[in-house]
């Protein structure tokens, strides 16, 4: 009896040994499809984004590119370690799903930013260092987010504009064309002659510094208010000028028209005096 249990201990140490050795070497063997599978993984990402930045990918693109693959690969890898210890993939990829969707409906608003900042990188309506409103916001494009885009304001404020409110509104790039107009007004008297005034901004304005001479620089007659005739003064310049053409241009128009003689414009008034009768 004694070597008849022993004999049996015997065997089931023997299986317990046999299925502890199968099983340490499957977890070895995952420990190295990870570490091999990451490894891997970092250099397809890589040489994705070398290959795409030798062609002068935006920078952009190459993170949110150089992101999907590697989660992509990091879900695929897992799934494949679990499918080799016997687990049923089949169920696993219903609780990511299942798990996905209960995020998807608690996020809906970051998913809807990350969906349209998707669509801003494909269809580029502005890419990093353009001069943009969008969102209710303008300024210089910083960074253009996962789920928000940077852009700095003319009085260098820092803001952060969700992906979807930029995409559901209207965009204005202002870099996007070569040139941009500046549009100004000035006021005359209504004796000035106005034909002298025009002539004179027209050529005192196109010698500013960086006002395109085509198009040409823009005076002409846009209204007419109690004081007089109001000058519409539209010179043209590049978008990096932009305040720099403005500020001079309004400089040039109270110089050009005081140095001329060019009466100043005053509102007139006319006052009725009405006389009472006679005393009684």
Same mark, same amino acid.
């Given at each position: 009896?004694?070597?008849?249990?022993?004999?049996?201990?015997?065997?089931?140490?023997?299986?317990?040994?046999?299925?502890?050795?199968?099983?340490?070497?499957?977890?070895?063997?995952?420990?190295?499809?990870?570490?091999?599978?990451?490894?891997?993984?970092?250099?397809?990402?890589?040489?994705?984004?070398?290959?795409?930045?030798?062609?002068?990918?935006?920078?952009?693109?190459?993170?949110?590119?150089?992101?999907? +693959? %590697?989660?992509?690969? *990091?879900? =695929?890898?897992?799934? @494949?370690?679990?499918?080799? &210890? #016997?687990?049923?993939?089949?169920? /696993?990829?219903?609780?990511?799903?299942?798990?996905?969707?209960?995020?998807?409906?608690?996020?809906?608003?970051?998913?809807?930013?990350?969906?349209?900042?998707?669509?801003?990188?494909?269809?580029?309506?502005?890419?990093?260092?353009?001069?943009?409103?969008?969102?209710?916001?303008?300024?210089?494009?910083?960074?253009?987010?996962?789920?928000?885009?940077? +852009? %700095?304001?003319?009085? *260098?404020? =820092?803001?952060?504009? @969700?992906?979807?409110?930029? &995409? #559901?509104?209207?965009?204005?790039? /202002?870099?996007?064309?070569?040139?941009?107009?500046?549009?100004?007004?000035?006021?005359?008297?209504?004796?000035?002659?106005?034909?002298?005034?025009?002539?004179?901004?027209?050529?005192?304005?196109?010698?500013?510094?960086?006002?395109?001479?085509?198009?040409?620089?823009?005076?002409?007659?846009?209204?007419?208010?109690?004081?007089?005739?109001?000058?519409?003064?539209?010179?043209?310049?590049?978008?990096?000028?932009?305040?720099?053409?403005?500020?001079?241009?309004?400089?040039?128009?109270?110089?050009?028209?005081?140095?001329?003689?060019?009466?100043?414009?005053?509102?007139?008034?006319?006052?009725?005096?009405?006389?009472?009768?006679?005393?009684?």
């Amino acid at each position: 009896m004694i070597s008849a249990g022993t004999e049996k201990a015997g065997q089931l140490w023997q299986l317990v040994a046999d299925y502890g050795a199968a099983f340490a070497v499957k977890i070895l063997a995952a420990i190295a499809f990870w570490v091999v599978g990451r490894w891997l993984i970092g250099v397809a990402v890589g040489l994705v984004q070398r290959t795409l930045g030798a062609q002068r990918v935006d920078p952009t693109v190459l993170r949110y590119l150089g992101s999907f +693959i %590697t989660v992509t690969l *990091n879900i =695929l890898l897992v799934i @494949g370690i679990l499918g080799y &210890f #016997g687990v049923q993939t089949t169920t /696993f990829a219903a609780l990511i799903a299942a798990v996905g969707l209960a995020i998807g409906m608690a996020w809906s608003g970051l998913l809807a930013n990350l969906a349209a900042g998707g669509f801003i990188i494909v269809l580029r309506p502005f890419k990093v260092g353009d001069f943009v409103s969008a969102g209710g916001v303008t300024g210089t494009v910083t960074e253009i987010g996962l789920f928000a885009t940077a +852009i %700095t304001t003319p009085d *260098n404020v =820092l803001t952060l504009v @969700g992906n979807n409110k930029i &995409f #559901g509104d209207n965009i204005q790039n /202002f870099t996007a064309n070569p040139f941009r107009r500046v549009e100004l007004k000035a006021q005359l008297a209504g004796a000035a002659d106005w034909h002298a005034a025009a002539a004179l901004l027209k050529q005192r304005i196109a010698a500013i510094d960086n006002v395109l001479a085509t198009p040409a620089v823009d005076v002409e007659i846009l209204e007419f208010n109690l004081v007089g005739p109001v000058l519409a003064v539209r010179p043209y310049c590049h978008n990096d000028h932009y305040w720099q053409v403005y500020f001079d241009t309004n400089r040039v128009i109270k110089d050009a028209l005081g140095e001329a003689g060019f009466p100043a414009p005053m509102p007139a008034q006319t006052i009725l005096v009405q006389q009472s009768g006679g005393p009684l």
